[in-house]
């Protein structure tokens, strides 16, 4: 089984950053794309920023130039540092990973964390 762990979440004021952690655990061979989710209050949960495994970018239009995601690919581990924090980016944030097993590599499976609140309010 595999598991995926957020935490780094919490409140935080206009203009305020934090810095989200991803780890993820257990019979994992490798780890393909990772990626950050939000779901706002009464909204569908929306792709916020993904990285490949070779450390290849994306990002929404909304949260350029101040996310910035990266991970650590020997600690199964990625992060989302979020600098001049808006209210708008309140919601639960969740980690998305494509993952292989040992119990069978040549199957791809797609795990999610259990989120992690960020609320920016003043």
């Known amino acids: 089984q595999v598991q995926l762990v957020e935490s780094g979440g919490g409140l935080v004021q206009p203009g305020g950053s934090l810095r989200l952690s991803c780890a993820a655990s257990g019979s994992i061979f490798s780890i393909n794309a990772m990626r950050w989710y939000r779901q706002a209050p009464g909204k569908a949960r929306k792709l916020v920023a993904s990285i490949t495994s070779s450390g290849i970018t994306d990002y929404a239009d909304s949260v350029t130039d101040r996310f910035t995601i990266s991970r650590d690919n020997a600690k199964n581990t990625m992060y989302l540092q979020m600098n001049s924090l808006k209210p708008e980016d309140t919601g639960v944030y969740y980690c998305?990973?494509?993952?292989?097993?040992?119990?069978?590599?040549?199957?791809?499976?797609?795990?999610w964390g259990q989120g992690t609140q960020v609320t920016v309010s003043s």
């Open positions: 998305n990973a494509d993952v292989r097993s040992y119990q069978n590599t040549r199957v791809v499976l797609e795990y």
